[in-house]
């Protein structure tokens, strides 16, 4: 397990997102042991498909964080539409997945993980990956939100076997969005 919490937590707190993101009711899906704080909802496949999140009512929480599962899932899209229902107005959604260009490299399947059913890019025309999924098409399907950040978190690689490894050690190479589940009717 690559514990991709941990390895941002240093940051996040320094972000001030455990003070302003990460209070109240939430869920971590796809924690596995490194869940985002002890108190939340932890949801990885022993509760259940991430897709579906049974048993979660729609509107009952105040975030969902999900680090490093999205690329897992079969249908993102379907699961980013049900992640949204179970946020309340106000609710914030916190997502981390990676780079497709920092963390696959080009390679497709990927060599690092080949559970990975899908590849992200933050905003792009085009991508050389099959399976490529563009983070700000995945944010605009979000009906009435707020978009907070969408960076890229590109940091503290190990050079291994000739090449700069993103898999190792504490690197980050990973696409963050944080956004706000407004009031609205669209």
Known sequence: MSRETSKARSRRVAERLYDTVFVGRGID???GDDPILP???KWDVAQG????LAGIPNESLDYVYSSHCLEHLADPERALRRWWEVLRTGGKLFVAVPDEDLYEQVCWPSRYNPEHKVTFTPHKSASWSPVSRNIADLIAMLPCHKLIYLKTCDDRYIRS????DRTIGDG???IEFLVEKVAGTT
Not at 49 to 52: I, K, L, N, R, Y
């Open 29 to 31: 899906i796809g924690c």
């Open 39 to 41: 108190d939340c909802i």
């Open 49 to 52: 498909d991430a897709h579906d």
């Open 161 to 164: 076997g000739g090449e700069w």
């Open 172 to 174: 980050e190479a990973a």
